[in-house]
């Protein structure tokens, strides 16, 4: 099978100089990025296909893993763990947990020159930085306002603005943000959330999402289909939606919107007693009636479907949770608890000429045709 060759690299890089220069241009819906990924050109579309085709299965399947670098005990890895299943093609992306963003400045640029010296494509990097989480996940940042206290439009966007700049200088591509939850959750949400008002929720992360993506950066809605209204944290225990989907309408306004997000991330929420959309015990997911039928089918997102993180206990005790993730639907499974089997499981089924085939290399693709897009 051919390689990804240093040439081509360098063709991939300038296509995304070129992206990056022309986001820049214009305030205006929808961003650049969000035109390109949703309604890709012939030209990208040919790359997308060419990076694919010099892929071995093994690199095709690590698009779909992300691992995790931090520096808090049992929040991750280490960072030479992190780096050894990127360069040895078992995950090709990275979440930074917690440490300063200096170090994982420091991180990005060995990931991104580790990949460029074998001649393949360079992470995909990500971070939960949302306005109340960032500064204690990235332990040098200060002054950023939490969402339950940005209550214009304004306040949104300068601090949106600031979160950016932070991203852009670590070198990251997609946030793990924002939280369209409604914030009457105590255990988890709470002041991550804009508040307990459905039209704020709407409005405030929707403009998190513009301002976000405007910058040619990647903005991811969470935790789908709501985790604001259940009781309980899913890090700790299962959680329950118990009836109708009464968080529901916002992440559909949002996913419609003139500004689609990037990503949306599927949280490890129980749906039980609605006939529609029951989960059968498993959470949201490892479900298919919820990332396949619902997000992907009845909610037409056509952008990258996340997990949130599968070491969390309410995802943690399924049997064989990281393969239903992907057999429910999802494009990144992110922290699995066995990312080797998993990287193997999905180059086995990508070798097989079937729907589970076809679905992997839509996936794949779509991770793709992100870092394409973003990575300079």
């Not at 990208?44 to 893993?65: C, P, T």
């Not at 700790?236 to 009836?243: A, E, F, L, N």
């Amino acid at each position: 099978m051919p390689r990804i060759t240093l040439s081509f690299i360098f063709l991939l890089l300038s296509f995304a100089t070129v992206f990056s220069q022309e986001s820049t241009k214009g305030k205006h819906h929808p961003s650049t990025l969000s035109k390109a990924f949703y309604h890709p050109d012939a030209k990208l579309n040919k790359m997308v296909d060419s990076v694919y085709n010099a892929m071995s299965l093994q690199e095709r399947a690590s698009q779909m893993i992300m691992t995790a670098s931090s520096t808090a005990v049992n929040l991750g890895y280490p960072f030479n763990s992190a780096l050894n299943m990127v360069s040895k093609d078992i995950a090709a992306n990275v979440v930074f947990l917690k440490g300063s963003s200096t170090d994982f400045r420091k991180e990005a640029n060995q990931f991104n020159t580790t990949r460029l010296q074998q001649h393949k494509l360079q992470p995909l990097l990500a971070c939960d930085c949302e306005p109340t989480l960032l500064p204690g996940k990235f332990t040098d940042i200060t002054d950023i306002a939490p969402a339950s206290e940005q209550k214009t439009t304004q306040v949104v966007i300068e601090n949106t603005n600031k979160i950016n700049k932070v991203i852009e200088e670590v070198g990251i591509q997609l946030n793990f943000a924002p939280v369209v939850d409604i914030a009457l959750n105590k255990s988890v949400i709470n002041k991550r959330s804009f508040g307990n008002n459905n039209k704020d929720i709407i409005t405030f992360s929707g403009q998190f999402v513009e301002t976000t993506q405007q910058a040619g950066l990647g903005a991811t809605l969470k935790h789908f289909p709501g985790h604001g209204a259940v009781s309980g944290d899913s890090h700790k225990q299962s959680v329950y939606i118990d009836g109708a989907l009464t968080e529901l309408p916002n992440f559909k306004a949002l996913i419609l919107a003139d500004e689609p997000p990037i990503a949306v991330m599927v949280g490890h929420i129980v749906v039980k007693n609605n006939e529609k959309y029951n989960t059968n015990g498993l959470p949201s997911t490892l479900s298919r009636v919820i990332v396949t039928d619902l997000l992907r089918k009845e909610l037409h997102f056509e952008g990258i479907i996340t997990t949130d993180a599968l070491n969390m206990v309410a995802a943690a005790k399924v049997s064989n949770a990281d393969w239903k993730s992907v057999e429910a639907g999802v494009d990144l499974v992110l922290m699995p608890k066995n990312a080797v089997l998993l990287n193997k499981m999905i180059a086995d089924a990508l070798s097989k000429k079937d729907a589970m085939s076809k679905q992997l290399e839509a996936s794949v693709k779509r991770i793709i045709r992100f870092k394409l897009l973003t990575q300079q």
